[in-house]
C-alpha cells in the first residue's frame, strides 16, 4: 500500500505540470522513500531478527524472552508495513504523485475501531468503499449490517494470506469490532 484508486491517479496522469520533472517533488519522494527503507531495514528487520532468535528454539523460550519476542514483532510489522507504505509514497512523488497517508500513529489509538482507521488506512477504504457499501454498508437491517462487517473482515483475513488462520484473524477482529 497504499491502495491508489482509478479516481485519485487518473487525474493526476492527465494533470499537464506532471509531466514535467518537480525538484521539490523528487526531493520530497527521495527523502520520504529513505526514510521509510530506514524503518524496513534499520527496524523492521532488526526486530524481526530477534523474533526468529527468539522463537528458534521454542523449548528454550522463557516467559521474558516471549514477552519481548512478541513486543519485537508488534514493532517489526508496524516497521515493516509503514516503511514499505512510505517507500511507495516517496517513489510515487519522485514520479509526480501525490499518493495518500497508509498510516496514522495506529499505536497510539485508544480502540480497536480507531486502531484499524490508522493501520493500512487504503486498504480499509478500499473494503468499505468497494465491499462493504455495496453490500448496503449499515442502511440494512441489523442482521445484514452484522453480515457485512463479518463478511470485509473474513475477506481482509483472505488479502493477508489464502490460509484459514488468515481467514479466523479476519473473523476474530471481525468479532472484536462488532463488540
Known sequence: GPIVTHDVLVPQLQD?????????????????????????????????????????DVNALNATTAFFAMLAYTFQIYFDFSGYSDMAIGLGKMFGFDFIK?????????????????????????????????????????????????VVWMLTGLWHGAAW??????????????L
Open 165 to 178: 488462520n488468515f481467514i479466523f484473524w479476519g473473523l476474530y477482529y471481525g468479532v472484536l469490532l462488532f
Open 102 to 150: 497508509n498510516f496514522d500513529y495506529p499505536y497510539t489509538s485508544s480502540s480497536i475501531t480507531e486502531f484499524w482507521r490508522r493501520w493500512h488506512m487504503s486498504l480499509g477504504t478500499w473494503f468499505r468503499e468497494y465491499v462493504y457499501i455495496p453490500l448496503g454498508g449499515n442502511r440494512v437491517s441489523k442482521g445484514k449490517n452484522i453480515r457485512n462487517i463479518f
Open 16 to 56: 499537464e505540470e506532471r509531466k514535467h520533472l518537480d525538484f521539490n517533488y523528487l526531493s520530497k519522494g527521495i527523502i520520504l522513500f529513505t526514510f521509510g527503507l530506514a524503518k524496513k531495514v534499520l527496524l523492521a528487520d532488526v526486530f524481526g531478527n530477534f523474533v526468529n532468535l527468539a522463537y528458534a
